[in-house]
Each structure stands twice: as C-alpha cells, then as structure tokens.
C-alpha cells in the first residue's frame, strides 16, 4: 500500500513536471512575444508620440510686390491716373483704381522713358511720372495730324492739329519667322512713310487671328486692336494696340491720316499683301527727321502708293483670300 501510495506521488510530481515543462518550454518564448509586443507597441507610441508633438509645417507667403499694381484703390492711385492723362497717356477713367487700362498707361510711360516694363507703378515710377512732362515728337515735320510709331520703343504718338493727342503702349513684328497655308516669311513691321487706307470698324477675321477696328496703312499691315498686348514685339507685323483705345483710335483717326513707322527697316510688307479693299503695298522712302516747325497741312502722298479717299464710311468690299498681319 505504501508503494502504491509512493508511485502515485511520484506520478503526480511527473504530471507537475510536464505540466511545468510545456510552460517553461513555450514561457520564454511567450514571454518574448509579450515582451516583442510590448516593444513593437512601445514603439509605435513613441512613433506616434513624436508623431503629434512635430511642430506644423511653416508656409511661406511671399511678400507683396512694391508699388502700385491692377488692384490697388486710393487717392495715391487717383493722383497717377490724373498725371497720366495729363501727359496724354490713357489710364482709363480716372477714379481711383488701378485696372488694366491703367496699367497699360504706365508700361506706355515706361517704355517711352526707357524704365523697366512691368506696367507697375513703384515709388520710383510715381516719382517719374509726377516730375515728367509732355515727351518730344519723334517727327515734328510730319504735319499737324499724323501717327508716329516708335519701333524701338514700342509706342505709338498719335497727334492733331498740332498737339500731341495720346501715347499708347503697342506691340510690332516680332521678327521670327512663321508659315501659313506653306508660305513662310519673317513678321516684321516695315519702317516708313504710309497713310491710313481702308477701315474696318469691328472685328476683321483673316488667317492669322482676328483685327479689331483695323486701320489698314501699308498692304494688309494695320493699327489694331488686340487683346494681347504685351510690352515686346510679337505680332505677325501689325500694329497691335490695347482693347480700351481699339474702338477710340478707329473713330479719332481719318482715312488718308500720315503714319510713320521709325526705327525699321524700309522692307515688303510680307508676301507682299495688300489690304484686304485690294489697296497693295506703299513703296516709300524713310521719313526724314527734320525738325523744322511742322506744315498745317499733310505732307503729299507717296507717288508709288494709291490711296483712297478721305471718306471715313468703312467699305464693305469683300476682303481677299490673303491674310492681314497682326
């Protein structure tokens, strides 16, 4: 009895020890998941920790631009647009606001000034502007109503019975070379003596883009009106001016009106395009730079160049086939 009593013991502490066994055995390693888990978990709190304690990114704003610019209301603005007209720019109206027109006005003053074109109006821009006073004729000779078209400048003088009427901001040939319908040719804006010929009052679709209000002077090159504007050369060879004063210009400027491009080359008009009522090309000479005081009257056409009347109604002859530059 007692034997059997002692190999139960002995039976129960083997039961204990296996028992003990398999929990030793698989205890390390549970510990060591739990242990594994709670790092991982350790970790991933601290991740998350630092996580939300990082500081929030820092935007930069950039800084507003110096100046005056499209936007900008006040008397400050008020007083340059008063300015301005009064040196026969066109700001628009003057009320306060810097629109586009305005600025228009002050790329004009900038490029007739030789300052940087950025249609903005900086203290050293007001302070020009306020200081300035009417610029020089490029061509005093020319008669008492005339278009005077600066090339390296890129503006437009337009005068009337002796007095300069408006400067305007306008864009010319480009000078690069284009194709259309498998004719190339270079765009650019002849230099020399024209009259103004047929007038479109509207827009005048052709092959290149739409003319607004054009006043042909030279073949199927013409003073415009031209949504972009912008204060290099870029046009087929036109004159390009600004929307605002397309209309305006149209009105103001007469048939037979004497416009002299100065600063280009006495060139074809490319592919030797005539307006679109069939009047070609002028063959002319440099205008000269006298600067004796100007004649009362216009100065006498061309004689290689046939101009139309004075009339001012605009003709509703049916445009050719061949493109106007713009």
């Not at 400048?153 to 901001?169: A, D, E, K, S, T």
Request: proline share 10%; net charge positive; hydrophobic share 35%.
């Amino acid at each position: 009895m007692q034997g059997m009593r002692t190999h139960r013991l002995f039976a129960a502490i083997a039961a204990v020890g296996l028992v003990g066994g398999a929990c030793s055995g698989g205890g390390p390693s549970k510990r060591v998941s739990i242990q594994r888990r709670a790092t991982t978990s350790t970790s991933t709190t601290a991740e998350l920790s630092t996580s939300s304690t990082r500081s929030p990114t820092t935007r930069v704003t950039a800084p507003p631009l110096p100046g005056l610019g499209v936007g900008a209301r006040g008397q400050a603005v008020a007083d340059l647009e008063t300015k301005l007209a009064s040196l026969k720019y066109d700001p628009g109206k003057v009320d306060g606001y810097y629109d586009s027109t305005t600025a228009f006005a002050v790329t004009a003053f900038q490029k007739v000034t030789g300052m940087a074109r950025t249609g903005r109006a900086t203290d050293d821009v007001v302070a020009a502007v306020m200081a300035a006073s009417e610029p020089p004729a490029m061509l005093p000779a020319g008669g008492a109503t005339r278009v005077e078209v600066d090339l390296k400048r890129q503006v437009l003088f337009l005068f009337q019975n002796g007095g300069l009427l408006r400067i305007l901001p306008v864009s010319t040939g480009s000078g690069r070379r284009y194709c259309v319908d498998g004719e190339c040719a270079i765009a650019d804006t002849p230099g020399g003596s024209f009259r103004i010929g047929y007038k479109i009052l509207g827009p005048h679709k052709s092959k290149l883009g739409v003319l607004y209000n054009p006043l042909f002077f030279n073949g199927g090159i013409a003073i415009h009106g031209e949504p972009a504007v912008p204060s290099y050369p870029a046009s087929h060879g036109c004159v390009r001016i600004p929307m605002a004063d397309s209309l305006w210009f149209y009105n103001t400027v007469g048939r037979g009106t004497p416009v002299y491009v100065l600063g280009g080359k006495i060139e074809p008009v490319p592919f030797n395009e005539a307006a679109p009522d069939g009047t070609p090309p002028a063959v002319t000479s440099p205008p000269t730079t006298s600067t004796t005081t100007p004649p009362t009257t216009a100065p006498p056409h061309p004689t290689s160049t046939v101009f139309p009347s004075q009339s001012t109604t605009t003709s509703t002859t049916t445009p050719p086939t061949t493109a106007p530059k713009h």
